[in-house]
């Protein structure tokens, strides 16, 4: 069975590994470290499953971000 895939969208890389190392062993795990990446990974040919999304980031916020999606 294929795991879950959940994009962690965040401007602060320790978050980004933090939260990859907590979410890594049970689900597949993407980052983006801005909106417009995290953009391009969510409308991929495989979106992800759930975005954890920062909401105060510079040059685009989440609030932006999910306004987008």
Same mark, same amino acid.
């Given at each position: 069975m294929e795991r879950a895939t959940i994009l962690v969208v965040d401007d602060t890389p320790d978050n980004l590994l933090l939260m990859s190392g907590l979410l890594k062993e049970d689900y597949q795990v993407k980052? !983006?470290?801005?909106?417009?990446?995290?953009?391009?990974? !969510?409308?991929?040919?495989?979106?992800p499953d759930l975005i954890l999304l920062d909401v105060m980031m510079p040059e685009m916020d989440g609030y932006e971000v999910c306004r987008r999606l």
């Open positions: 980052v !983006a470290n801005g909106g417009e990446r995290a953009l391009r990974i !969510a409308h991929s040919e495989k979106p």
